[in-house]
């Protein structure tokens, strides 16, 4: 009823024409979230994120069938890319969310995007605190994959202790203007 609630002051304070997502951060059990994500496809969310455990693939592709056409996005939680290969294969996530600090880095991000674009997924990267290098993987996948442009979400905190921070203008990111990963911390 929390989750409901507070959806719909999200939605009444956006108003329709607003897109919102929804991240239930893997606290629903698959009951609960069918039921949740049922009532919550009356605010039209983009996406519902992590509605259940990261484990559970099954889950997942039970609940993207149940509350189509709400799209389920996954991948924050998911630590390689056999698991993302099931969920992908299985049809149970529409968004891939993979995040390079918890794959194991840069080559295990490319591999899950080289597989998202094999089924025609959109890779929207879970940045948590490293938009530093997600901004760098985001324009590889445009450029050298060819995967669709959405976005890549900006989270500004950490700004300051980096030596060349990502910079967004008119909510676009810009290409960084410095060689290496932007991800150098001041001394």
């Not at 998911?78 to 390079?100: S, T």
């Not at 597989?115 to 997924?121: D, E, I, T």
Request: charged share 20%; with cysteine; hydrophobic share 45%.
């Amino acid at each position: 009823a929390r989750d409901i609630r507070r959806a719909r002051i999200v939605r009444e304070a956006a108003g329709p024409d607003v897109q919102i997502m929804l991240d239930a951060n893997q606290q629903w059990t698959l009951p609960v979230a069918l039921r949740t994500c049922l009532e919550l496809t009356a605010m039209q969310p983009y996406w519902i994120e992590e509605p259940t455990h990261p484990d559970d693939v099954l889950a997942h592709q039970t609940l993207a069938r149940a509350i189509a056409p709400i799209k389920v996005a996954a991948g924050e939680h998911i630590p390689h890319r056999v698991l993302f290969k099931n969920y992908m294969q299985a049809g149970a996530a529409h968004f891939i969310q993979v995040d390079c600090t918890r794959v194991g880095g840069i080559s295990e991000f490319i591999t899950v995007s080289l597989l998202a674009r094999h089924f025609n997924l959109p890779v929207v990267p879970h940045v948590g605190d490293m938009g530093q290098i997600h901004q760098h993987l985001v324009l590889f996948n445009r450029v050298a994959l060819g995967h669709e442009t959405i976005f890549l979400e900006y989270i500004p905190h950490l700004r300051d202790y980096f030596r060349f921070p990502a910079v967004v203008e008119g909510g676009v990111y810009r290409p960084p203007q410095e060689p290496g990963s932007s991800s150098d911390l001041l001394d």
